[in-house]
């Protein structure tokens, strides 16, 4: 089955106590992206990779990094995490180049930092 | 910059009543138009898709048509069920702001439907 996985699905955590969240798709799939959804702001992009080796910042980059080592694999770090980083991350993946293929959501990991 | 603008929400209605979700966009170039849909606890998936002006996406019920001149893309559903209760969100790619890699999404309108 095509999916995109993320883990944990929850996540507790105290400030300053590094951490990731892994996500692998099995699509073959190029472009990768991590977005996080906050109420009333909806999904913002926070870094994104167009293939391995090759990431960007996304629109809410701080406090965050990303490696694309493989294609399948595009772990998010929090290497200090703080509490306003407290919210629900997705990642994503989308095969194709052309401008109207979709992207495919992982199930979300939320995430709480206190 | 390219932006997305639908309600917030909730939205509640009887089942089978009709249903719009107003989205407006703000982008240059020639965007696709793209409504997804998120059902509790699940990330979001493709409800339906316009890749071009006067384009109409249809999915499950749902319709919306790529209106260039008023740059909208309203989500419509003739009689909703209890089962559409999710979020849905409206989104673009492939504004000149943005490029083909980048998605805006708008904030999501919260869906409930009352048996």
Redesign the interface.
């Known amino acids: 089955e095509a999916q995109v996985t993320q883990n944990p699905r929850y996540l507790i955590t105290v400030t300053g106590k590094k951490l990731t969240v892994t996500c692998s798709q099995n699509m073959n799939h190029e472009y990768m992206s991590w977005y996080r959804q906050d109420p009333g702001l909806g999904l913002r992009q926070i870094y994104y990779s167009m293939n391995v080796e090759v990431t960007d910042k996304g629109d809410v980059p701080e406090g965050y990094k990303v490696s694309r080592k493989e294609k399948r694999n595009f772990p998010l770090i929090l290497e200090s995490p703080s509490p306003n980083q407290t919210s629900l991350y997705f990642c994503a993946s989308r095969g194709g180049l052309s401008s109207n293929s979709p992207l495919h959501f992982g199930n979300g990991t939320r995430l709480t930092v206190t | 910059g390219d932006s997305v603008t639908q309600m ?1 929400g909730p939205v509640t209605l009887s089942e089978e009543a009709f249903l719009t979700i107003n989205c407006t966009y703000t982008a240059t170039g020639y ?2 138009l ?1 409504w ?1 849909v998120q059902y509790p ?6 409800l339906l ?1 316009a ?1 071009k002006a006067d384009d109409k996406g249809s999915n499950k019920g749902f319709e919306a048509t790529y209106r260039k001149e008023t740059t909208s893309f309203h989500l419509e559903k003739g009689s909703v069920q209890v089962s559409d209760s999710a979020v849905y ?1 409206c989104a673009l ?2 504004g000149s702001s943005g490029g ?4 805006t ?4 309108t919260k869906l409930q439907v009352i048996p």
Do not use: A
Request: hydrophobic share 30%.
């Open positions: 917030e965007p696709s793209f997804y606890g699940e990330g979001l998936q493709l898709k890749t969100f790619r492939g083909y890699q980048k998605v999404f708008g904030i999501g």
